[in-house]
């Protein structure tokens, strides 16, 4: 079946300027997870959902980053006022809930110029 | 929170020679450690887990160690060939009463030299 899907693949955007970034799981995948990753760097936790909701919301580096995921299914990532340093690849990851295995997206090159 | 540390950060090993890839966690609450295949501009991409309750796990050519007492893992891959060469990255969760979130290791930068 499908894999997970992410959207922009690419998105470059101005400093102080607000970006949304879409993610699709796998279908009947409960658990979504919200990763960032740095040139040679491992990919960085942010927020994972179970269901609606954000059971941990621990790795969001600040008030300035907001994921929702309305219906259980897609999930949106928002950064306000981005800056230089936000700019990495944002991937998400789906699981089925209680089983461990995550599966990731492709990924969205973000560049804040 | 957990901390995972990854050794070597790049390996060049011969065709056809095992590779080796340690990883140490710091929270013993951890108890599911993946471990992903990276190739470059790609998704990572699940190539073997283990739970705590197990001591190793192999598939064809790829296997996992874990010493929960002494807080590692490893990666071995035998008879490697070209395709095995990518960056692998070790996780750990402690998968309170369900998934969460992953903490990576720095990853390793796997050469196979033909």
């Known amino acids: 079946g499908a894999g997970v899907s992410q959207t922009p693949s690419n998105k470059v955007t101005e400093k102080g300027k607000y970006v949304e970034l879409r993610c699709d799981p796998i279908?009947?995948?409960?658990?979504l997870y919200w990763y960032r990753q740095s040139l040679g760097q491992g990919p960085e936790f942010l927020i994972y959902?179970?269901?609606?909701?954000?059971?941990?919301d621990s790795g969001l580096p600040n008030d300035r980053f907001f994921a929702v995921r309305p219906e259980g299914s897609v999930s949106t990532l928002k950064i306000q006022r981005t800056e230089r340093g936000d700019s990495a690849v944002y991937l998400c990851?789906?699981?089925?809930?209680?089983?461990?295995?995550?599966?990731f997206g492709p990924g969205t090159r973000l560049t804040v110029t | 929170g957990e901390n995972v540390e990854q050794h070597p950060s790049t390996l060049s090993v011969q065709e056809g020679d095992s590779a080796v890839i340690k990883c140490t966690y710091s929270?013993?609450?951890?108890?599911?450690f993946p471990w992903y295949k990276q190739e470059l501009g790609k998704r990572p991409q699940l190539i073997i887990d283990?739970?705590?309750?197990?001591g190793e796990k192999k598939d064809q050519r790829i296997a996992v160690t874990l010493n929960k007492t002494a807080k590692h893992f490893s990666l071995h891959i035998t008879e490697t060939q070209p395709e095995d060469s990518a960056v692998y990255f070790c996780?750990?969760?402690?998968?309170?009463?369900?998934?969460?979130?992953?903490?990576f290791g720095k990853g390793t930068h796997l050469i196979i030299q033909p």
């Open positions: 990851a789906s699981s089925r809930g209680s089983v461990y295995e995550q599966y």
């Open positions: 279908s009947g995948h409960t658990a």
């Open positions: 959902f179970q269901g609606t909701g954000a059971a941990d």
């Open positions: 929270d013993s609450a951890s108890n599911y």
């Open positions: 283990i739970r705590s309750n197990v």
């Open positions: 996780a750990a969760s402690i998968g309170r009463g369900g998934a969460d979130g992953l903490t």
